[in-house]
């Protein structure tokens, strides 16, 4: 089946006064140019604008006039060769529908081969490697081959426990351990898995060790502040010992060292000083 066309004489040139017109035409154009109108001549303005309007109308529809002439045996070619491409492309979509639901077909009974193999090789991964996360739409196409694609799986499975021997050398806290490898797992299609599996366990251990930080700060702000409340009670629970003191008790020398703010030595030296205790300096060579 092939077109078949009889010989067409070229057609000649449209023979106008063309010259004749582009000369008078260019040397017009040139001394409008150069003219300046006024309010006494926009009259005349006006008519010369609408000279070159029907100047270029009468152009544009003679134009037009030769141009239907000449197509008058094209026309009907036209329409009779895109009446044939129609049937053509009718006949092309119905085929076409064929062999996409034949390769669709082909690419489904593909499909369930590549995962039968995955479940059948995927071992202790089965609940951690999502197939739909390591699979690549090349494997479905003609050219690239099942044995291709059973090495590709295998090396995902094998690189996955290599990976977990790491994670496990670098992370002993359990709960910490558990975090990277579900971050592994989640980013296991990304070729610097492993790289942002460390960095997610690295990032736990710093934020883990600032909350450390923070709480130990907590507590000794807390029992800083317990012994401060007890220091500040303590005047108070000796001088009702003292009133308790008579006259014709013997003196005592005590030796002792206290931790205190110096809020708090200054309320104890006050207290000492109210109740008439004497104290001094303890001895250097005692």
């Known amino acids: 089946m092939q077109l078949e066309v009889e010989e067409i004489k070229a057609l000649e040139p449209v023979k106008f006064n063309y010259e004749e017109l582009k000369t008078i035409l260019t040397t017009k154009v040139e001394n409008y140019k150069s003219i300046v109108y ?29 141009k239907n002439i000449v ?32 390769e669709k077909q082909i690419k489904d009974e593909k499909l369930k ?20 996360k390591i699979f690549n739409e090349r494997w479905l196409n003609v050219t690239y081959k099942m044995d291709q694609i059973e090495k590709d799986i295998l090396h995902i499975i094998t690189k996955t426990k290599t990976d977990m021997n790491v994670i ?63 220091i500040t009670n303590c005047p108070q629970n ?22 205190v703010t110096q809020r708090q030595k200054f309320a104890l030296r006050e207290f000492l000083q109210a109740n008439n205790i004497k104290f001094e300096p303890v001895p250097k060579n005692n």
């Open 168 to 230: 496990e050398s670098q992370f002993a806290d359990e709960s910490i351990n558990k975090q990277v490898k579900m971050e592994y797992f989640a980013q296991i299609n990304n070729p610097s898995v492993l790289t942002l599996a460390i960095l997610k366990g690295n990032t736990i251990i710093e934020n883990n060790k600032k909350l450390e930080e923070l709480k130990q700060k907590e507590e000794s702000t807390q029992k800083t502040t317990e012994n401060e409340e007890k």
């Open 71 to 102: 197509l008058e045996s094209f026309t009907p070619f036209e329409k009779q060769c895109n009446e044939l491409i129609e049937l053509a492309k009718d006949a092309s979509t119905h085929i076409d529908t064929q062999v996409k639901d034949y």
């Open 38 to 66: 006024t309010e006494e001549t926009m009259k005349e303005a006006k008519a010369d604008r609408a000279n070159f309007n029907k100047l270029a109308k009468a152009l544009n529809d003679e134009k037009i006039r030769v």
């Open 113 to 132: 081969e590549i995962m039968n193999f995955f479940i059948e090789n995927i071992g202790d991964y089965k609940d951690l490697i999502d197939f739909d």
């Open 238 to 259: 000796i001088t009702n010992n003292v009133e308790n003191v008579t006259e014709s008790e013997e003196l005592q020398i005590l030796d002792f060292r206290v931790h």
